[in-house]
């Protein structure tokens, strides 16, 4: 079995190599670890490899690998289902919020980032294949959704964030991935106040290489650095 550090050393080769078919280089494209599940001294291997955030899902984790030191020397993401309750124990401790999918969510963040004398930056995640059983905004609603956000003070929309649907079959990936990048540049031509398109953060282990290819410059890759999570 490859050691972390081996199989981030792969895929940033696969990055570079993809992102140069598309005029552009590995230092355009973040990698973000998507941590869950590893522990704290797992992260901290990830961190000293050289990944350019770690990316958690779920809150409790990241309180508990946060006092464990484990994301230290890495920007640290949220990128799981954040509930409004749960907004106050992350923000002032993560540099980006990634999973914003409603007004209401973000008027929490807004809330909490005030108390904080802090901007917090966010990318909104949208729902791009419509599926029942993922958590961001309807395309239909993304306009609305960010011209809205964008006027609330202290928090900072950085971007858009999409799940798509899973499949195997590269053409599948490659429409919404195009999709999703045609709502970014959309979404940018609007020059909403207070918004800068910068990140669109799409890919996993398994389609990373097609999202770059099709305009991502932010990808979340957890299998594919540390292996295969066992669930229990
Ligand atoms: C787990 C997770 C990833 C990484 O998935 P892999 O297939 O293990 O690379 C990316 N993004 C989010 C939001 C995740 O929850």
């Given at each position: 079995m490859n050691t972390i550090a081996e199989n981030i050393a792969a895929i940033r080769r696969e990055i570079d190599e993809a992102a140069r078919l598309c005029g552009k280089t590995g230092a355009d494209i973040t990698?973000?670890?998507a941590t869950k599940m590893n522990d704290a001294e797992r992260v901290r291997e990830a961190v000293e490899a050289g990944i350019d955030a770690c990316g958690?899902?779920?809150?409790?984790?990241?309180m508990e690998k946060y006092e464990q030191g484990a994301y230290e020397g890495a920007p640290l993401?949220?990128?799981g289902t954040l509930q409004t309750n749960k907004v106050k124990y992350i923000v002032g401790k993560v540099q980006l919020i990634q999973s914003v999918n409603s007004l209401?969510?973000?008027?929490?963040?807004?809330k909490c980032a005030i108390k904080h004398g802090i901007v917090q930056d966010i990318l909104v995640e949208i729902n791009i294949g419509g599926e029942e059983s993922k958590s961001g905004a309807d395309e239909a609603d993304a306009f609305e959704l960010v011209e809205n956000i964008s006027k609330l003070p202290g928090v900072?929309?950085?971007g858009l964030m999409t799940i798509p649907p899973i499949s195997d079959d590269e053409e599948t990936q490659k429409r919404f991935f195009t999709k999703m990048k045609q709502l970014f540049v959309d979404i940018e031509a609007k020059k909403?106040?207070?918004?800068s398109m910068e990140f669109l953060s799409m890919g996993m282990s398994g389609d990373y290489r097609n999202a770059i290819l099709c305009g991502a410059n932010m990808v979340r890759v957890g299998t594919g650095i540390f292996g295969a999570r066992h669930y229990v």
């Amino acid at each position: 079995m490859n050691t972390i550090a081996e199989n981030i050393a792969a895929i940033r080769r696969e990055i570079d190599e993809a992102a140069r078919l598309c005029g552009k280089t590995g230092a355009d494209i973040t990698l973000v670890a998507a941590t869950k599940m590893n522990d704290a001294e797992r992260v901290r291997e990830a961190v000293e490899a050289g990944i350019d955030a770690c990316g958690e899902n779920r809150v409790q984790e990241l309180m508990e690998k946060y006092e464990q030191g484990a994301y230290e020397g890495a920007p640290l993401h949220f990128i799981g289902t954040l509930q409004t309750n749960k907004v106050k124990y992350i923000v002032g401790k993560v540099q980006l919020i990634q999973s914003v999918n409603s007004l209401k969510l973000a008027a929490e963040i807004s809330k909490c980032a005030i108390k904080h004398g802090i901007v917090q930056d966010i990318l909104v995640e949208i729902n791009i294949g419509g599926e029942e059983s993922k958590s961001g905004a309807d395309e239909a609603d993304a306009f609305e959704l960010v011209e809205n956000i964008s006027k609330l003070p202290g928090v900072h929309v950085r971007g858009l964030m999409t799940i798509p649907p899973i499949s195997d079959d590269e053409e599948t990936q490659k429409r919404f991935f195009t999709k999703m990048k045609q709502l970014f540049v959309d979404i940018e031509a609007k020059k909403y106040d207070n918004i800068s398109m910068e990140f669109l953060s799409m890919g996993m282990s398994g389609d990373y290489r097609n999202a770059i290819l099709c305009g991502a410059n932010m990808v979340r890759v957890g299998t594919g650095i540390f292996g295969a999570r066992h669930y229990v």
